[in-house]
């Protein structure tokens, strides 16, 4: 036999650089369910099932396209439950002269894969994963020399390079960035489409029904389940998105509303990052919905920064800095992680809901991970592992390239500043301004200090106070260091106080 094809979980697109020269007559395909992959971290249920049944499916569409395939359940008694055990029993089999797979999503997978010429006597051809715009050679070509690496830049030059919303040499509409456009608070009525809601098969329920049986003990609730399981599906959700969405994208982007977990987002992540949907076929039309005069520009440009912008640019940052990374902790951070992160028991409304959510769904929006779960990691100062850990195990669309450079460098602050020029940190206003959460809150979000004060408003300022010797020197946070320098003694000894108070209630 000539070649062997790993095809892992997240790479489940037909034109993936490692199937393209395929042939059937002398090469063989490997898709394999580990036990190790799917406990490494306890991830979420629905997570597992939605992988699981993606998966599946798109092996039953390569052995209806007539390609020799091996699948392995989790199920199966045969199998060894890692990657390397599973692809020893196969070159046993198969005695392949050569083994291939596209590159993975994840350091630790890397270096297994990397292993395995000496550990199986085989040559082992690991190709570019282009899915992606940028590869991890381009972005360190981009990195390097600069004295910081921001995602603006990044941006702009990707934008150029693959002349995308330009006009020429300038950007469409003669701005590259509308985020200003993308901060209205959300209306006291609002109107949100319902989102995808696909039907359950007979291959998803056998799914459903591996992970009732075996990951019981995980988080998250498994039904109901609705993500789409195949392309044709995932491309449904997409088209669905572009025209009932997308318009109001744009507008909403940092908007949250109690009883909402979906807003105007595109709810296309999960099928991004497992190769269901692809990154260019998505901002082609979403490009093309622009030129079409289907939707406005803060929309469109919104949309393709994430995209083309902060996907491409975490992954950069990702390659670019393992495995130090992952050991990041620039704020010495330590306090555990608090135990209402898996059950939403807690008074702040915000935060409850924004578990609750991510229980029920495997999904939050950005601006819940970011602003409410985030902002409070950061100000209560958890520990980078453990917060790390929470966000690979709950969402159904985190893989480490992309998670990592989002909890460390986006909300944690942990890298010192190597992705964002300075902490996320907000106080209880900006939750209210952008949700509606307060008012269902035992909290206050208009008062400061003191046992019913939101407890954001206190915790603010007792980051800064704790971290002053490595954030004062931080311009872009004078007026910060400016207002804690004019605070009355009394005032910063209540802040004190106050956060003291609510930390012991965490700490029990
Ligand atoms: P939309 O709001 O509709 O955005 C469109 C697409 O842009 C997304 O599908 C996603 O592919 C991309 N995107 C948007 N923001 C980012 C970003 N910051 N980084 C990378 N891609 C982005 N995204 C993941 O895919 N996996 C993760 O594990 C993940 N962890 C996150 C952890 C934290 C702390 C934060 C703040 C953000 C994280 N994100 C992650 C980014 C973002 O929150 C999700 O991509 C987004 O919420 C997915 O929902 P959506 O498809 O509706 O996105
Ligand atoms: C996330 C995941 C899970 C839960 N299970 C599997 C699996 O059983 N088999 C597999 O090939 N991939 C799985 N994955 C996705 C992998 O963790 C992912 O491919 C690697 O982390 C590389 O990004
Ligand atoms: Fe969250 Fe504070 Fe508002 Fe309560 S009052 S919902 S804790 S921001």
């Not at 282009?130 to 830049?153: C, H, I, N, Q």
Request: charged letters at 30%; one cysteine or more.
């Amino acid at each position: 036999m000539r070649n062997l094809i790993l095809i892992l979980g997240d790479q489940l697109s037909r034109d993936l650089s490692s199937l393209r020269d395929f042939d059937p007559s002398q090469d063989h395909i490997l898709m394999c369910e580990v036990w190790e992959e799917a406990t490494y971290v306890k991830h979420h249920k629905k997570k597992i099932a939605f992988l699981f049944s993606a998966m599946r499916h798109f092996a039953q569409e390569l052995e209806a396209e007539g390609l020799p395939l091996t699948y392995t359940k989790l199920d199966d008694p045969d199998n060894s439950g890692t990657f390397s055990g599973e692809v020893e029993r196969a070159i046993k089999r198969l005695s392949p002269q050569k083994l291939v797979v596209t590159f993975p999503g994840e350091y630790r997978v890397l270096q297994e894969i990397e292993s395995w010429s000496t550990r199986f006597d085989v040559s082992v051809d690991i190709r570019e994963d282009d899915r992606f715009f940028v590869t991890p050679d381009e972005f360190a070509d981009w990195a390097k020399g600069r004295k910081s690496l921001r995602m603006e830049y990044f941006y702009r030059q990707v934008r150029q390079d693959h002349n995308i919303l330009m006009d020429g040499d300038k950007p469409e509409g003669g701005k590259w960035n509308y985020d200003q456009d993308n901060r209205k608070p959300p209306e006291k009525e609002m109107d949100v489409p319902a989102p995808y809601r696909g039907q359950v098969d007979d291959i998803t329920k056998d799914c459903l029904d591996v992970v009732a049986d075996r990951f019981d003990d995980h988080f998250g609730d498994l039904e109901p389940f609705y993500f789409a399981v195949t392309r044709d599906q995932a491309l449904y959700a997409l088209d669905k998105f572009f025209a009932e969405r997308f318009g109001q994208f744009g507008d909403y982007q940092d908007a949250m509303v109690q009883g909402e977990p979906w807003m105007f987002h595109s709810h296309i992540s999960f099928y991004l990052n497992c190769g269901l949907l692809h990154p260019r076929e998505v901002v082609k039309r979403a490009e093309i919905a622009y030129y079409d005069g289907d939707v406005p520009l803060n929309a469109v440009e919104g949309f393709i920064r994430q995209i083309l912008g902060w996907r491409e640019y975490v992954r950069g940052i990702y390659w670019l800095k393992m495995p130090d990374y992952a050991e990041e902790n620039a704020l010495n951070a330590t306090r555990d992680l608090p135990w209402f992160f898996w059950t939403g028991e807690t008074h702040m409304n915000c935060l409850r809901q924004c578990i609750l959510e991510t229980k029920q769904n495997a999904y939050a929006h950005h601006i819940q991970r970011l602003m409410v779960l985030g902002n409070f990691a950061l100000l209560a100062g958890l520990d980078p592992k453990q917060v790390n850990e929470w966000y690979l195990i709950v969402y159904a669309d985190a893989y480490e390239w992309v998670e990592l450079p989002n909890v460390t460098g986006m909300i944690l602050y942990a890298d010192g500043g190597e992705l964002a020029s300075k902490p996320y940190a907000a106080g209880g206003a900006y939750i209210k301004r952008m949700s509606n959460y307060c008012e269902n809150c035992s909290y206050k979000v208009s008062q400061k200090n003191g046992p019913k004060a939101c407890p954001f408003n206190y915790l603010y300022w007792d980051f800064f106070l704790r971290n002053k010797d490595q954030l004062k020197g931080n311009p872009r946070l004078n007026n910060a260091y400016g207002t804690l320098n004019r605070m009355k003694d009394e005032k910063i000894e209540a802040i004190r106080h106050d956060a003291q108070r609510f930390f012991s209630t965490l700490d029990d």
